[in-house]
């Protein structure tokens, strides 16, 4: 195998662990909350969970015991609800982007 033929594939496997590695750093879930502490910024599920919130997020707009999609990210190895929408609903992925095919020689 060539230097370029092994350059080549350790880019590839390594797009292909860096994309796995993201997707491990974020999630979406429904959660029913708990308490909220407007002050500390944190916000409890009721399965235990208290999670910190992010800043930008007004947390007035939302009550105890209200259904809520919430939005995780891992940021300096503690996760940080990035995004808070009240509902139970979470969109499904945007479908994958197609090539189309050639016919013929090109």
């Known amino acids: 195998m060539t230097n370029m033929a092994k350059a080549a594939l350790a880019a ?3 797009s ?5 590695a993201y997707a491990a750093l974020w999630s979406d879930f429904v ?13 409890g599920l009721e399965d235990g969970k208290v999670y910190h919130v992010r800043r ?5 707009h939302f009550k105890p015991g209200e259904k809520v999609t919430i939005h995780i990210e891992e940021r300096d190895r503690e ?6 929408k009240q509902g139970d609903y ?4 945007p479908p994958a982007k197609t090539t189309p095919k050639r016919r013929g020689l090109y």
Do not use: C, H, W
């Not at 930008?56 to 007035?60: F, Q, T, Y």
């Not at 996760?79 to 808070?84: R, V």
């Not at 979470?90 to 992925?93: E, G, K, L, N, V």
């Open 12 to 14: 590839v496997f390594l």
């Open 16 to 20: 292909l662990l860096s994309g796995s």
């Open 31 to 43: 959660g029913t909350i708990k308490t909220i502490d407007i002050q500390a910024r944190e916000l």
């Open 56 to 60: 930008g997020i007004n947390l007035a």
């Open 79 to 84: 996760e940080m609800i990035t995004k808070l």
């Open 90 to 93: 979470i969109a499904p992925p």
